[in-house]
């Protein structure tokens, strides 16, 4: 069986006007046309819906019967239209975000802040993780964008570049350099380090043996969370390499952030997703919000 949408239409409108000539008025068809659907309805279903004499059109015990099916599936499509309309005007939908825990509730929440006032009928779903566990999370669905430091990705998670973060020095406030305008990388050979991130510790690692193989990162503690390390930092168990939208936390934990230089180090950010799927409307408009953001830093 093959019925049509325009078939079901044809059916209904001739049932509330009855009338062909009518019905072809409000769907804008001629009457042949309507007659035609509807014949084709009825040959697909194998019952007569109307019956026609000269005067009048009226409802067959058949009719009668289907009316509601069809009135009630094409109710269904006009619900489907309009969620797809809202969807499409960010009327409605939900938006799925994975970001490293302090940069969620920094930098990517006043990105929130201004995507919420522009779409408030949009929901927002956060996940606030690690920068080791961004790619993960976009790679099993639980977001649709991912924000975060340069991560590998596989085949099956791809990625955009976002912005550069500069990445400065947090030591305790009565640590010998807080009152330094700026370190250099000599002047921390003998720290102690505070780490929260094996991939960022290698890259550390890899880019000061590029510019002197004798400067190395001796770690003291290592932790999972960003917000951990700057805790045992300010408690004086060490200094971290932390990126500059952490800054807003130096009162909370009792830190100073010092530019680093020979060499100084940024961090390139991306924003991620699943190779090959379609983004829906709100996560587009929200990685094109994210964009113009990192312009304006």
């Not at 044809?10 to 009457?31: C, D, E, K, M």
């Not at 619900?79 to 799925?96: N, Y």
């Not at 550390?204 to 770690?219: G, I, K, N, P």
């Amino acid at each position: 069986m093959n019925l049509t949408l325009r078939q079901m239409r044809a059916f209904s409108v001739v049932a509330r006007t009855a009338s062909f000539t009518l019905a072809a008025r409000q769907l804008n068809l001629t009457q042949s046309a309507v007659s035609m659907l509807v014949q084709q309805m009825e040959d697909e279903l194998g019952v007569k819906v109307f019956d026609r004499t000269r005067n009048a059109v009226t409802l067959t015990e058949s009719g009668r019967q289907l009316l509601p099916l069809a009135r009630r599936m094409l109710d269904d499509l006009r619900q489907i239209e309009e969620g797809a309309s809202d969807l499409r005007t960010l009327k409605s939908g939900v938006l799925r975000v994975v970001a490293p825990q302090l940069m969620a509730c920094t930098w990517v929440a006043g990105a929130l802040a201004r995507f919420e006032q522009a779409h408030p009928s949009v929901g927002l779903r956060i996940v606030d993780g690690s920068a080791d566990d961004v790619v993960s999370n976009v790679r099993r669905g639980d977001a649709e964008l991912g924000i975060g430091p340069e991560r590998a990705t596989g085949e099956d998670v791809t990625r955009t570049f976002l912005m550069h973060v500069p990445m400065r020095l947090a030591c305790p406030r009565s640590h010998p350099l807080a009152q330094r305008q700026s370190v250099s990388w000599r002047d921390l050979r003998d720290a102690r380090w505070v780490v929260y991130s094996g991939d960022f510790s290698r890259y550390v690692e890899q880019r000061l043996h590029e510019h002197d193989a004798s400067l190395s990162m001796q770690t003291a503690t290592e932790v999972r969370y960003l917000t951990t390390a700057l805790a045992l930092v300010g408690a004086g168990l060490g200094v971290a390499l932390v990126p500059d939208y952490a800054r807003t936390f130096a009162d909370n934990f009792g830190v100073q952030f010092l530019p680093v230089r020979t060499p100084a180090l940024n961090r390139e950010f991306f924003v991620y997703q699943r190779r090959s799927l379609t983004l829906s409307p709100a996560a587009q408009a929200f990685a094109q919000l994210l964009k113009g953001q990192a312009k304006g830093r």
